[in-house]
């Protein structure tokens, strides 16, 4: 993406936020920042639907001629289909579809799809996993052929959306033949986070969390149902410590835990890769309505 293509745009990045823990904003910050540092747009801005700044009523302070929202989640549902684009002003309550490009008082704007559906998050996966482990050697980085990769995410009975972009990557990977194995974990579905100690054929495992940023899940959920207590691990987040120790060894296994996916520097091409494809999309006549989750 040329950094000329979009000095007449802004780009709007739509994340969920939390009230509880700091931490789930820093993300999109941090590629916020990233991206004003590029040059690429007149006006970069941040809204969260669970903390401040708001993404109801963000658009009152975006005066570009052209505005991409690009929401910051791993799938399409809920809160991508019908939440965000309601609290936009995109949809009505109740409406069958909405249009993602749409004009508004001189404003075109550009609702794209969520960041963690794009084919390139298999790289990002891919940079994690491989990071983690470069990073925190013991007392050599195994190979990844000798290793079992584990994505894990939020699973729910009630919508596929994240399972299916789980599985979907986990197969993405798995051709590669570059691991041993790929095999996905949840949180509320099995097979459940601790089923990676008997699921392992290998003795070294990686674990990516599949989810936009280092909260509670990644900082606290995850390392419970690895076996940390919960008195260690709140003891280590209150005192800003790291609540999973790379690698951490139990079971005959040795277990690498790595940061969120979103959290991945190259989540920022994905933003403009999604920007890009909107505005293509659009120049050729491709707005039509999405029909929700």
Not at 98 to 109: D, E, N, Y
Request: charged share 20%.
């Amino acid at each position: 993406m040329g950094s000329s293509d979009f000095q007449d745009s802004a780009l709007v990045l739509v994340a969920h936020g939390s009230t509880a823990n700091g931490d789930s904003a820093g993300p999109a910050y941090r590629h916020g920042d990233e991206i004003r540092r590029r040059g690429v747009f007149a006006e970069v801005t941040e809204a969260f639907w669970k903390q401040e700044p708001s993404v109801v009523g963000v658009l009152r302070g975006v005066f570009a001629r052209r505005v991409f929202l690009v929401p910051l989640f791993i799938a399409e549902g809920w809160f991508t289909e019908q939440v965000i684009p309601q609290s936009l002003g995109l949809r009505h309550p109740g409406a069958p579809s909405f249009a993602r490009v749409q004009t508004r008082q001189g404003q075109m704007l550009h609702y794209c799809e969520p960041v963690g559906s794009h084919p390139s998050m298999t790289e990002v996966l891919k940079a994690r996993a491989r990071d983690v482990v470069e990073r925190h050697p013991f007392p050599r980085a195994p190979k990844p052929a000798d290793t079992t990769l584990f994505i894990a995410g939020h699973g729910t009975s009630y919508a596929r959306g994240s399972r299916d972009a789980i599985e979907r990557q986990v197969a993405l990977i798995r051709e590669t033949g570059i691991y041993a194995d790929v095999l996905p974990l949840f949180l509320e579905e099995p097979p459940l986070i601790d089923a990676c100690w008997k699921q392992s054929a290998t003795k070294n495992i990686v674990l990516v969390p599949y989810f936009i940023s280092d909260g509670l899940h990644t900082q606290e959920d995850i390392p419970i149902m690895l076996g940390e207590t919960e008195a260690m691990v709140r003891g280590r987040l209150a005192a800003g410590q790291p609540t999973w120790r790379n690698p951490t060894e139990r079971h005959g296994k040795r277990l690498w835990l790595s940061g969120a996916v979103g959290t991945e520097p190259l989540m920022v091409d994905v933003i403009l890769e999604r920007v890009r494809e909107a505005a293509a999309g659009a120049a050729q006549g491709r707005s039509s309505p999405s029909t929700g989750a």
